[in-house]
C-alpha cells in the first residue's frame, strides 16, 4: 500500500460544490476526490511546467544554507571530475543565478571551473 500523509484543506464554497459534484464518480468521499486532484496535477505532466516555476521560485527565495552547499559541493566532487552545469544547479537545489552569484567563491574553494556547460574539477 502506498505511504500516505494526512493533511487539511480550505477550499471556497464554490470550489467544495464542485469537489461535492465529482463525489461518486471521481471518489467516494470529497476528501478522496480532493485526494485525486491533487494526485493528477503532480502525476499527469500537464502542470510540470507550473510545479518547476515554483520550485524555481522557492529555491530563490529560500536557498539552503551555505553549509549544506558546501558540504554537497565537497561531496560530488569526491566523486566526480566534471558534471554538466544544469545538473549541478539541481543538484545544489538553488536557483541559476544563487551559483552564479557564488561560483566565484566555489571556485576558489573548491579548484573548480565552469567551461561551456560543464563544472569541472581543476586537476591538482
Same mark, same amino acid.
Given at each position: ?35 485525486? /486532484?491533487?494526485?493528477?496535477?503532480? @502525476? ?6 507550473? =510545479?518547476?516555476?515554483?520550485?524555481? $521560485? ?9 553549509t549544506i552547499i558546501n558540504n554537497k559541493i565537497n561531496n560530488l566532487f569526491k566523486g566526480v ?7 549541478? /544547479?539541481?543538484?545544489?537545489?538553488? @536557483? ?6 557564488? =561560483?566565484?567563491?566555489?571556485?576558489? $574553494? ?15
Amino acid at each position: 500500500m502506498t505511504e500516505t500523509t494526512r493533511t487539511t484543506v480550505t477550499l471556497s464554497k464554490i470550489s467544495m460544490n464542485q469537489v461535492k459534484e465529482l463525489v461518486g464518480v471521481f471518489g467516494s468521499t470529497p476528501a478522496s476526490v480532493i485526494s485525486r /486532484i491533487v494526485e493528477h496535477f503532480f @502525476d499527469y505532466g500537464k502542470f510540470d511546467d507550473v =510545479i518547476e516555476k515554483m520550485k524555481a $521560485k522557492k529555491r530563490e527565495l529560500f536557498p539552503p544554507n551555505d553549509t549544506i552547499i558546501n558540504n554537497k559541493i565537497n561531496n560530488l566532487f569526491k566523486g566526480v571530475n566534471k558534471i554538466p552545469f544544469n545538473e549541478f /544547479i539541481d543538484f545544489l537545489q538553488v @536557483d541559476k543565478t544563487h551559483v552564479l552569484e557564488n =561560483i566565484h567563491i566555489w571556485a576558489d $574553494k573548491y579548484n573548480i571551473r565552469i567551461v561551456e556547460n560543464l563544472v569541472i574539477k581543476n586537476s591538482d
